[in-house]
């Protein structure tokens, strides 16, 4: 790699969640090769949010103090250190505010600076959003961006940012394949007290985001057509006590609680489908890495791995009604011929989008913005005047 040796880089992340540990240390490893030195800023999560600080597991990590403020703002001592980076990686979220003073003093510095992540507000749905329209226009406020998916490469790119300018991470995150013999499979299912009836299963938060209201009237409604359909429900969350009610009027379902590592990639292994109607993110590796046909509705708040998935071939989108989302689960459960190509289909696409890809692809994405200079005009829109011309937050040639 040809004058990049002895460079420096940094990211800045708000935290190290657990699935970004290998990914994180793949990649120091990669650039170490060609003599660049990563430097990854993280802090820790807020003490109600519940998440792991995995910054110890990252041998390149240096940790910083986040201060939180309101309004999902925080900040992070960090305005002096960055001066030292040839190229600084910068999280896409307005609540970041070390992103405001990081891209207005790059034009006195001279570095590059990036963006990563999904390109846009995708939680916020079709209609107006503050934090999707502040999002947006920050997007082309950068000299280069790393898209997690293809999906977020074409939101950055039909916002006029460059194309050579962007490289698709294929986001991903490090999943377990466990095969289980009839023998196991059916000696699981016993255990939660599902047997040989049919099984989806749900894995993820349980928060109202997830629309787990609408995944048990779909599941109910599914069942109205005769089939005796089972949903277990893995992790916690804010209804975790709500859905334990349901339990216990509705013995179909089946709240297993939070579950990780092989014993998390045995439950999905133990089911027919993966049910997530609603924003699901990278989960859906967990699901295809299981085999697993994916279930999702056709609402506009999926994160941009929902790219991952072909509708028909590893997995169904459906129409986002309850009605139509539990045909769609119990026609999966009854075809059975189509359910088992679906599962191949599903391990294959879980073979393509690995931890050792994504570094690879952040690696070369991290070569090719080191040898581009900075952008040669980079503005910050924030308004506009009452003439209908713009005002700008800065602006350098």
């Given at each position: 790699m040809t004058g990049t040796t002895g460079q420096r880089i940094a990211i800045v992340q708000r935290l190290i969640p657990h699935y970004r540990v290998e990914m994180f240390n793949f990649l120091a490893a990669d650039l170490a090769r060609d003599g660049i030195k990563l430097t990854v800023f993280a802090g820790a999560a807020q003490p109600q949010e519940g998440l792991s600080d995995s910054r110890e597991q990252v041998a390149c990590c240096r940790p910083v103090r986040n201060r939180y403020l309101p309004a999902g703002m925080w900040w992070q001592p960090l305005v002096r250190e960055l001066a030292d980076y040839d190229l600084v990686i910068l999280e896409q979220a307005n609540g970041a505010l070390i992103n405001y003073p990081t891209l207005l003093l790059r034009a006195f510095r001279g570095n590059i600076v990036a963006f990563w992540g999904h390109g846009t507000h995708f939680q916020a749905g079709d209609?107006?959003?503050?934090?999707?329209?502040?999002?947006?226009?920050?997007?082309?406020?950068?000299?280069?961006?790393?898209a997690y998916t293809s999906l977020s490469r074409d939101i950055v790119a039909a916002a006029g940012f460059p194309p050579e300018r962007i490289t698709t991470l294929e986001n991903s995150q490090r999943t377990e394949t466990v095969l289980l013999t009839a023998q196991e499979r059916a000696g699981l299912r016993e255990e939660i007290g599902i047997g040989q009836r049919p099984m989806a299963v749900f894995c993820g938060r349980l928060v109202p985001q997830k629309a787990i209201g609408f995944l048990l009237d779909a599941c109910r409604s599914a069942r109205g057509t005769g089939i005796d359909l089972q949903l277990a429900l893995v992790g916690g969350g804010a209804l975790e006590d709500w859905i334990k009610a349901q339990a216990e009027r509705e013995p179909w379902i089946h709240p297993l609680g939070p579950r990780y590592g092989t014993e998390k990639a045995r439950l999905l292994a133990a089911a027919d489908v993966f049910a997530m109607p609603a924003t699901i993110g990278l989960s859906i590796l967990d699901a295809f890495a299981a085999g697993l046909p994916v279930a999702v509705a056709d609402f506009a708040n999926h994160s941009p791995e929902i790219v991952y998935l072909t509708d028909g071939v590893n997995g169904i989108v459906t129409p986002a009604t309850a009605e139509a989302y539990g045909a769609g689960?119990?026609?999966?459960?009854?075809?059975?011929?189509?359910?088992?190509?679906?599962?191949?289909?599903?391990?294959?696409?879980?073979?393509?989008?690995?931890?050792?890809?994504?570094?690879?692809?952040?690696?070369?994405?991290?070569?090719r913005a080191l040898s581009l200079a900075p952008r040669t005009q980079t503005t910050l829109p924030v308004a506009h005047n009452r003439h209908g011309g713009k005002r700008w937050l800065f602006r350098h040639r």
């Open positions: 209609g107006f959003s503050f934090r999707k329209t502040l999002k947006n226009r920050l997007l082309r406020a950068v000299d280069y961006w790393f689960l119990a026609r999966l459960i009854l075809d059975e011929e189509e359910r088992l190509r679906m599962s191949a289909a599903a391990r294959a696409t879980a073979q393509r989008y690995t931890v050792e890809n994504m570094a690879r692809n952040f690696a070369a994405g991290i070569e």
